[in-house]
């Protein structure tokens, strides 16, 4: 069982927006914003599109935002595309003892 | 433009030791961490552990504490996954990335190395 929790698949139309839920505890995604997300492509390392919560790298689409509210953090892809479909997780800073936990991941279907 | 770029795939025997590696480019090595991630056949990422290789500082996730080593060599900006007696269960893509010194964020990834471990 992963440390955060996402759900195993999320659809949408193309032009749609979805939102994918990552939820932790107070020792992890409530106690520090440091919550990032990354997109996998078949085959292909992570890559991350979302820093520090609701950071863009460079590069990353404005079409992906992220948000938190207590021990939840939210990755939203608006206008999804069908390159979005992919598998996402979140990933959070978890303190000094156990450092970074990710989530089991989401599959992301463009239908 | 940061590269890390990892060793190949192995295939070995249960029993057996390996050692994988990882190189980085086109930044500081000695500046950020570097850590390593588990990818299970089918699965989702798992966070292994973290080294510095400015002064070799190295931390374990708990589930992997004692199961692998993690070491560098900073001389030659690479850091390695090691185990000393592999079991069937190692079997997984294995990834290095760096991770931001204050942060932890993981940022750029390696291409992975695939290992499998078969009698």
């Known amino acids: 069982q992963s440390a955060l929790t996402q759900p195993a698949s999320v659809s949408g139309s193309p032009g749609q927006s979805i939102t994918i839920s990552c939820t932790g505890t107070?020792?992890?995604?409530?106690?520090?914003?440091?919550v990032s997300w990354y997109q996998q492509h078949p085959g292909k390392a992570p890559k991350l599109m979302i820093y520090?919560?609701?950071k863009r790298p460079s590069g990353v689409s404005n079409r992906f935002s992220g948000s938190k509210s207590g021990n939840t953090a939210s990755l939203t892809i608006s206008g999804l595309q069908a390159e979005d479909e992919a598998d996402y997780y979140c990933?959070?800073?978890?303190?000094?003892?156990?450092?970074?936990?990710f989530g089991g991941g989401t599959k992301l279907t463009v239908l | 433009e940061v590269q890390l770029v990892q060793s190949g795939a192995e295939v070995k025997k249960p029993g057996e030791s390996l050692k994988i590696s990882c190189k980085g480019s086109?930044?500081?090595?000695?500046?950020?961490?570097i850590g390593w991630v588990r990818q299970m056949p089918g699965k989702g990422l798992e966070w292994m552990g973290i080294?510095?290789?400015?002064?070799?500082?190295?931390r374990y996730s708990p589930s992997f504490q004692g199961q692998v080593t993690i070491s560098a060599d900073k001389s030659i900006s690479t850091a390695y996954l090691q185990w000393s007696s592999l079991k069937a269960s190692d079997t997984a893509m294995y990834y290095c990335?760096?991770?931001?010194?204050?942060?932890?964020?993981?940022?750029?990834w390696g291409q992975g190395t695939l290992v499998t471990v078969s009698s």
């Open positions: 990335a760096r991770q931001d010194f204050d942060t932890l964020t993981p940022d750029y």
């Open positions: 086109g930044y500081s090595f000695t500046s950020y961490w």
């Open positions: 080294i510095y290789p400015g002064d070799s500082d190295t």
């Open positions: 107070s020792s992890d995604v409530g106690s520090y914003n440091l």
């Open positions: 520090e919560v609701s």
């Open positions: 990933c959070s800073y978890a303190g000094s003892s156990t450092y970074v936990v």
